[in-house]
């Protein structure tokens, strides 16, 4: 098993994730960078392949994202570390992490 440089396997902020669902990657998520963290209207953010969002809908107005967020955004993000989008609707800026998405990682 190889591991990150904060010494932990399947790091959400330094290798590309495996997709949910066992098979081959779905086509859906085809072109969002693994890295991505996506910001939606509640505040709260996602990583691609989750299966609370629908990828055709994460456009503005609902949603934001980071294709390549800093080292760390995703480990660091919290109310006193919130996430600005820097694509999509930028006024975005998530201050937790989806449950589920934060359980793969």
């Known amino acids: 098993m190889e591991?990150?440089?904060?010494?932990?396997s399947?790091?959400?902020?330094?290798?590309p994730r495996e997709r949910s669902g066992g098979g081959a990657p779905g086509a859906e998520w085809d072109g969002w960078p693994p890295s991505a963290i996506i910001i939606h209207a509640s505040?709260?953010?996602?990583?691609?392949?989750?299966?609370?969002?629908?990828p055709a809908d994460v456009r503005p107005p609902?949603?934001?994202?980071?294709?390549?967020p800093a080292p760390g955004a995703w480990r660091r993000l919290s109310a006193s570390s919130?996430?600005?989008?820097?694509?999509g609707n930028t006024r975005r800026s998530a201050v937790s992490r989806c449950q589920d998405c934060d359980a793969t990682q």
């Open 10 to 15: 399947n790091c959400a902020d330094c290798a």
């Open 3 to 8: 591991y990150c440089r904060h010494e932990l």
């Open 82 to 87: 919130p996430l600005q989008a820097t694509e």
């Open 43 to 54: 505040r709260k953010a996602h990583l691609p392949g989750c299966s609370h969002i629908v």
């Open 62 to 68: 609902v949603y934001g994202w980071v294709p390549a």
